[in-house]
């Protein structure tokens, strides 16, 4: 091993570990302000997914530019040195797959199929740029994070359980376990990041070059090489992930990375039919309109669609929900889960809460502060629970149902809601009566009842109502701040908050 | 001897050597050992009822001590140090090598001017006269209702009881078991690190509350049960007298540096707080409780659970028991 | 050393990260300073303490709401009421001048909008007004002192007329200005 390929690996050693770090520090609640979406800042395929689908790029994602310029230098050394996924397959490999296996000509060759991750990119472009955002499905630092918070977080101790996750942690283990098989294969076949960053590699002003005259023909190079791109013919740059295995692995020393080599033979394209891609991009067209339409998700707001607080408005959230995780593992309390239904076919994996899991800690803005694409803008506790003037911001209203109550239905003293109610003055009032039961015997009763005007549907209310299976107090999407549509109350006067007619002055 | 016995397969060795003798026994010797360790283990000798672990009773054996004492003054940490030492001294409570438990109200993500939690520097002292006994070991725990994390972090509570030098455990943390415990409170978890301690501190806030119409010390042993603790809403005065006779403090300080007069037991706004800057430290749980009612403006024997708590013996509803030291 | 030269620059970009990682974990999130000053500020519009404004000492304070405002300003409550008002704190300082000793009434009013507050700054506006030296944006005459910030318009009155009470009056604006934090 020579110094640049230690030096690979430990830059990949570095990185994994830094983004592992990251997340355990931020499923742990930290209070120091670490960059925890640091990756997802950089990940150039979120900024074009956004800019495609949003319009804009929001600011912390200029970044991505930063990783396509140095991609442009140096080809895809994201993929060979930084990228978690890539090196967590890596070590699968390294781990379950024989030597004779894992380096060997058969495996690292470059097969035809290991062309569809382009047109993958390109479905996932299309869409984007006709509103839906569904490059977080496959974008591999979206999928690590899903993965791990399905996958790893619940076993481990003091860990959370992610039911229904169980989807997400497949896909991630099982591309890691493909790892077994062919080296990197989703690197290779399926990554839209690398393929995006493919594109550009090609032109790349540091690449391997072969020396015609030192080259035997003997085919080493390929043994170890990441991204089966075949350093011993017409090299295909855009597939290469700067491993620099073949530069030690050669024995004639004709293998090299350098700045703009003498031209050689030319680069060979990625294999792309141009009828393929043409056909892609008007499935695309098609699928797009058609899923927007039919799958439920945009169109009337829907009850058991509550998404965390400071979340757009939800034709404005599709297309930036990168589906990136990051908010359900800075939750605190585990309110915040990847749906699965409850958005629609669009909104699979995006963001939505679960009052029986959690709650909406009251002063807590954490979501919004980890989200990397703004789809959950940032907020200031301030701005949240309406300490500044202008009313709180309402994910939603809680609803008492009154056959499951048990000072309604069930003539039993409780107030577990009221006495949960975060807001000042509470918005669940109690209404003091006396319950006749049969035989003399007088209950004095507090009954809760919700004021739609004041409450926020944090849902602690739902979560700690001692009412087992359905809660006697749920919380539905109704009265939601980002959707001026989806409204209870008549918007005159008496249905609005205001300054000085509270108990504290405002 | 040497005649192998004809129904005996072929081939069969006479004798073993005796190396091959040696192994086996010990083989057999270590697995049986193994075996038997495992089993002393794992024997569950106290039987599937009474596999639930008792609570202790905290309380020390003195006598000639008043039932409280009220400490007025700026400062919250004073306050505590005066009273404790109009009642002997902490050493009267706490002796050489001892563990002790303090159970503050940490159960709001509330800041200190709030009034929802214990403020932090009566916590903070409670832990420095401890250590300053001799107590061996200082935890500070809570099982919160809102999140742990916050809870502790942002009323001051977490950061001031590490830095004198004590152990914070948080519901993270916290290691549930079935303790003996009877009534409305059967089949209720119970804090483990409550049960294991030599003394226990109680440290409530003054609160106002919708159900019981005041949150004082007794109530706040439900800080230390796990799930289900909110169905003894549906009896709450029965639930706080019997929780109270569950578990026997060896003393009760309640926090009346800032006490919540509307909204509580969690408040939000300034304007339902009231600064009093007063300290009670006492051994009458529920003459302490009496008199955190008075503040609130409350007739103390017309709450519930005071009431029951005095019919069952477990102390004087009575706020003027207690003495009042008067302004540091 | 080319090669130690090229270890380095390669090395260097995780040096970058790594310090700024450093950076950034010495700054702590979720600083409760925000939500102390609203909750603050929610409360009611405030006064100067007497050591904020190096007064001798102050009343205490005397707050009022749209409730109680009629025992406050009886007569004029409907202008005030009108103007959109909210709250109000008032308390009286004694502070020591060259002149002798002052009494000055002080009153911060909050109204719920700025335009509210705007226009009962112009009505208490006294005649004859000049800026108040210190204090940008105040009008005062020499015995009464009015100025605003944002939704909160402060009044002084001096009640001892015949001592030169300018420096007082701007003595305690200034420290109403600078306590509000604008």
């Known amino acids: 091993m020579t110094w640049t390929r230690r030096l690979r690996i430990f830059y990949q050693a570095f990185f994994l570990l830094l983004f592992l770090w990251l997340l355990d520090r931020l499923v742990h609640g930290d209070l120091r302000d670490l960059p925890y979406s640091a990756f997802h800042h950089a990940d150039p395929l979120s900024m074009i997914g956004v800019a495609l689908a949003a319009g804009m790029i929001p600011g912390a994602l200029i970044w991505g530019l930063l990783l396509i310029v140095l991609t442009l230098l140096f080809g895809r050394f994201f993929c060979g040195w930084i990228c978690p ?30 062309a569809v991750k382009y047109y993958l990119l390109a479905l996932l472009l ?55 098989w062919i080296p990197r294969v989703f690197c290779r076949a399926l990554c839209p990041l690398g393929a995006l960053l493919g594109v550009f590699a090609r032109f790349s002003l540091f690449r391997i070059h072969r020396s015609g005259a030192a080259c035997t023909d003997c085919r080493l190079c390929t043994f170890a090489c990441q991204g089966a791109d075949e350093p011993f013919g017409a090299h295909r740059v855009g597939e290469c992930m700067v491993c620099l295995n073949c530069t030690t692995t050669c024995e004639e020393r004709a293998i090299y990375y350098g700045f703009l080599p003498p031209a050689g033979p030319r680069p060979a394209e990625p294999d792309l039919s141009r009828r393929k891609l043409i056909g892609t991009v008007l499935a695309g067209l098609v699928a ?94 301030e701005r949240k629970i309406g300490l500044d003037g202008q009313p709180a911001v309402s994910i939603g209203t809680a609803f008492v149902h009154r056959g499951r109550c048990l000072p309604w239905a069930m003539d039993t003293p409780c107030i577990v809601c009221e006495e949960m109610c975060p807001t000042d003055p509470k918005a669940i009032w109690l209404e003091p009566i006396t319950a006749q039961r049969p035989g003399g015997r007088d209950i004095p009763l507090q009954r809760p009842h919700v004021d739609p005007v004041r409450c926020i549907g944090c849902g602690i209310c739902e979560n700690r109502c001692p009412v087992g299976a359905e809660a006697a107090i749920r919380i539905t999407s109704v009265g939601e701040t980002r959707d001026p549509l989806n409204r209870l109350l008549l918007p005159v006067r008496s249905n609005r908050l205001q300054p000085g007619d509270r108990s504290a002055i405002s | 001897m040497n005649d192998p016995h004809p129904l005996l397969p072929t081939p069969y060795r006479e004798r073993i050597d005796r190396r091959e003798a040696v192994g086996r026994l010990s083989a057999a010797l270590v697995a049986g050992g193994a075996i038997a360790a495992g089993a002393i283990f794992f024997h569950d000798r106290s039987g599937t009822e009474s596999g639930r672990i008792a609570v202790p009773d905290w309380r020390v054996q003195e006598t000639g001590l008043p039932p409280g004492v009220i400490s007025h003054g700026g400062d919250p940490a004073a306050n505590v140090r005066r009273a404790v030492t109009a009642l002997g001294g902490m050493d009267r409570f706490v002796k050489r090598g001892e563990s002790v438990l303090l159970k503050p109200n940490a159960g709001w993500d509330r800041l200190p001017e709030q009034a929802a939690d214990t403020n932090p520097e009566v916590i903070a002292e409670l832990v420095r006269l401890c250590l300053a006994a001799g107590a ?88 230390v049960l796990g799930r289900g603790r909110a169905r003894l809403h549906q009896s709450i005065d029965h639930s706080i007298a019997e929780l109270a006779a569950t578990f026997r403090p060896t003393l009760t300080v309640v926090d009346a540096t800032r006490i919540l007069m509307a909204n509580g037991p969690q408040g939000g706004s300034l304007a339902d707080v009231k600064r009093l800057d007063a300290v009670a430290v006492g051994i009458d749980p529920v003459a302490c409780d009496a008199w955190g009612a008075a503040l609130l403006g409350l007739q103390p024997r017309s709450l519930g659970f005071i009431a029951a708590a005095e019919g069952r013996g477990l102390g004087h509803g009575d706020p003027n028991l207690l003495r009042d030291l008067g302004t540091a | 050393m080319r090669r130690i030269v090229l270890l380095v620059l390669a090395l260097l970009p995780l040096l970058v990260v790594t310090a700024w990682l450093g950076y950034r974990a010495g700054h702590r999130r979720e600083s409760p300073a925000g939500v102390r000053a609203a909750l603050a500020r929610r409360l009611g519009p405030r006064l100067p303490t007497a050591a904020s404004c190096g007064a001798v000492q102050r009343s205490p304070l005397d707050r009022y709401d749209q409730k109680t405002i009629y025992a406050w300003v009886d007569g004029g409550a409907e202008a005030y009421l009108k103007r959109g008002f909210i709250a ?58 009015v100025v605003r910030r944002g939704r909160d318009v402060l009044q002084l009155v001096s009640f001892t007329p015949d001592v030169e009470a300018r420096d007082p009056l701007a003595q305690v604006a200034r420290a109403w200005v600078q306590e509000e934090g604008r």
């Open chain 1, 288 to 381: 797009g309109p058609v899923i927007e339409a039919t799958g439920g998700g945009r169109s009337a707001a829907r009850p058991d669609l509550i998404r965390p607080p400071g979340a757009l408005h939800e034709p404005d959230f599709l297309e930036r929900c990168v589906k990136c995780s990051l908010c359900g593992q800075a939750c605190p309390t585990g309110f915040i889960q990847p749906a699965v239904a409850q958005a629609g076919v669009e909104g699979f994996w995006t963001p939505v809460v679960a009052p029986r899991r959690g709650w909406c800690e009251y002063t807590c803005v954490r979501c919004g502060e980890v989200c990397p694409t703004g789809a959950i803008a940032r907020l200031t506790p």
């Open chain 1, 85 to 114: 996924l890539g090196t967590l397959q890596q070590l699968t490999a390294w781990l379950l797959s024989p030597r004779s296996r894992r380096e060997s000509l058969t495996v690292n060759r470059y097969r035809r199929w290991y």
């Open chain 1, 126 to 180: 299309v869409l984007a740029a006709l509103g839906s955002l569904q490059t977080g499905l496959l974008d591999p630092l979206s999928l690590t994070v899903r993965g791990m918070a399905a996958a790893v977080w619940p076993v481990l101790p003091g860990g959370r359980p992610l039911p229904g996750g169980w989807l997400a942690a497949g896909l991630l283990l099982g591309i890691l376990l493909a790892s077994r």
């Open chain 2, 136 to 223: 061996r070991r200082v935890i500070v725990a809570d099982i919160s209702c809102n999140d742990p994390l916050r809870s502790f972090e942002r009323s001051g509570i977490g950061p001031a009881a590490r830095k004198a030098g004590a152990e914070v455990v948080t519901s993270r943390r916290v290691h549930l078991v079935r303790a003996a415990v009877g009534g409305p409170v059967t089949g209720l978890q119970v804090m483990g690190e409550l049960l294991a301690a030599d003394r226990v501190i109680n440290v409530p806030v003054v609160k106002q509350h919708s159900l019981s119409r005041a949150t004082l010390g007794m109530k706040n042993w439900f800080g």
């Open chain 3, 88 to 145: 109000s704190a008032v308390a009286t300082y004694e502070l020591e001048s060259a002149g002798g000793r002052v009494e000055i009434e002080g009153a911060a009013v909050r109204f719920a909008s700025r335009e509210g507050a705007a226009e009962h700054e112009a009505a208490e506006r006294p005649q004859d007004a000049r800026p108040a030296p210190g204090v940008p944006g105040a009008a005062e005459d020499g015995t009464s002192l």
